[in-house]
Nanobody, 122 residues
């Protein structure tokens, strides 16, 4: 499985961005796809995740501003980010594993990672 993110960039505070993550060699069996971010000097933190049944979970700070979704036919995961602030500046990563766990926001349980896409909010 290979994950490739895109859609990052620079945006002014209050703006929006939509990140994409294309998953190659994926399958329909139970899985969990997540978005994480990591700012310089900080730990990688979970943003949101989506289960194979379509259920979604969010970090408390992301709920209401960020929306995770997927297009199964295209094996693509999305993260719509609205009302961005400078505190959202980070490298954003998509991640995948073959089953959902309640510890969805723990980076260590994911088996596959993309290379990341930089988001800068000024």
């Amino acid at each position: 499985v290979q994950l490739v993110e895109s859609g990052g960039g620079s945006v002014q505070a209050g703006g929006s961005l939509r990140l994409s993550c294309n998953a190659s060699q994926w399958s329909d069996k139970e899985h969990c796809l997540g978005w994480f971010r990591q700012a310089p000097g900080k730990e990688r933190e979970g943003v949101a995740a989506i289960r194979s049944d379509g259920g979604t979970v969010y970090a408390d700070w992301a709920r209401g501003r960020f929306t995770i979704s997927r297009e199964s036919a295209a094996n693509t995961l999305y993260l719509q980010m609205n009302s961005l602030t400078p505190e959202d500046t980070a490298m954003y990563y998509c991640a995948a594993r073959w089953a959902y766990e309640d510890r969805w926001n723990f980076a260590g349980i994911y088996d596959y990672w993309g290379q990341g896409t930089q988001v800068t909010v000024s």
